[in-house]
Nanobody
Framework: QVQLVESGGGLVQAGGSLRLSCVCSRYAGTVGWFRQAPGKEREFVANIDWNGRSTNYADSVKGRFTISRDTAKNTVYLQMNSLKSEDTAVYFC????????????????????WGQGTQVTVSS
């Protein structure tokens, strides 16, 4: 089964930018980014289809975050600009179960494989 490893998190001031990476051990189909802030439920951020032609975003990040992928490197990126304190969270990438790899779910329950997460902290 595909394994996913996130990186790129860190501490940044409000208004700054970060780029997260999600390296997949092999082809993963749709890949999604989710985040979980302290005391809150994990929530959908963005997802991208197998060839990078279709994307979805949560309303809270539209216009600020961009998801993309390099299929040759089996890597999905999340470029985060104009960061706000409310973006502070642990960010996870995930892939749906193999039978659902061609879909683009926004419900985290549809995702079967998860990375370990990377912390993003935005200081105001």
């Amino acid at each position: 089964q595909v394994q996913l490893v996130e990186s790129g998190g860190g501490l940044v001031q409000a208004g700054g930018s970060l780029r997260l990476s999600c390296v997949c051990s092999r082809y993963a189909g749709t890949v999604g980014w989710f985040r979980q802030a302290p005391g809150k439920e994990r929530e959908f951020v963005a997802n991208i289809d197998w060839n990078g032609r279709s994307t979805n975003y949560a309303d809270s990040v539209k216009g600020r975050f961009t998801i993309s992928r390099d299929t040759a490197k089996n890597t999905v990126y999340l470029q985060m600009n104009s960061l706000k304190s409310e973006d502070t969270a642990v960010y996870f990438c995930a892939a749906p179960a193999p039978g659902r790899a061609g879909t683009m779910p926004t419900d985290l329950r549809e995702y079967a494989r998860w990375g370990q997460g990377t912390q993003v902290t935005v200081s105001s």
